[in-house]
């Protein structure tokens, strides 16, 4: 099952509860930048980090950013990627929320989480909108000791 958020973003008032959601969730904690991973991740990213007034900085596939960049590279079900974060994009000390629609085996959020350690930010939290916990992404954000979030669940059928 494939799980999409691209109907939620269409609705007006679904994009609203949302990224107030989000935004709620983490408005008494001091952030400075929110990374949001490509591609829904900067959309959703993008609004929480203007509603919470702080910067956004994009995490993309190799080749994407046209600055000096780091990579990490990480494994999928059937192979490797790889994603970048510009060399500037994070001051050490940073306090930084890691933001995207779905995490699923956390691969992903963990070669981000990987980028931002690279730059010397601070992560605060995870925030997730779905979580597949049945496939353990939360779990090994958390077992390295990240705080982590999702507006919601979806079990395995």
Same mark, same amino acid.
């Given at each position: 099952m494939f799980r999409d958020i691209t109907t939620l973003l269409k609705d007006p008032k679904g994009l609203q509860l949302l990224v107030d959601g989000l935004a709620e969730q983490y408005a008494k904690q001091k952030?400075?930048?929110?990374?949001?991973?490509? *591609?829904?991740?900067?959309? @959703?990213?993008?609004?929480?980090?203007?509603?919470? !007034?702080?910067? #956004? &900085?994009?995490?993309?596939?190799?080749?994407?950013?046209?600055?000096?960049?780091?990579?990490?590279?990480?494994?999928?079900?059937?192979?490797s990627d790889v994603i970048e974060i510009h060399q500037d994009a994070i001051t050490v000390g940073e306090r930084v929320l890691l933001l995207d629609d779905l995490i699923a085996t956390?691969?992903?959020?963990? *070669?981000?989480?990987?980028? @931002?350690?690279?730059?010397?930010?601070?992560?605060? !939290?995870?925030? #997730? &909108?779905?979580?597949?916990?049945?496939?353990?992404?939360?779990?090994?954000?958390?077992?390295?000791?990240?705080s982590t979030f999702a507006l919601c669940q979806f079990e395995g059928e």
């Open positions: 952030i400075d930048k929110i990374v949001g991973i490509e *591609a829904r991740g900067f959309v @959703i990213g993008a609004a929480v980090a203007y509603k919470l !007034g702080v910067g #956004f &900085v994009p995490v993309r596939k190799s080749g994407k950013l046209p600055a000096q960049t780091f990579q990490q590279e990480y494994a999928l079900e059937y192979g956390g691969g992903t959020a963990m *070669a981000a989480v990987s980028l @931002i350690n690279q730059l010397g930010g601070n992560i605060i !939290g995870c925030a #997730f &909108v779905i979580d597949l916990p049945d496939l353990g992404g939360m779990q090994r954000l958390q077992n390295i000791g990240l």
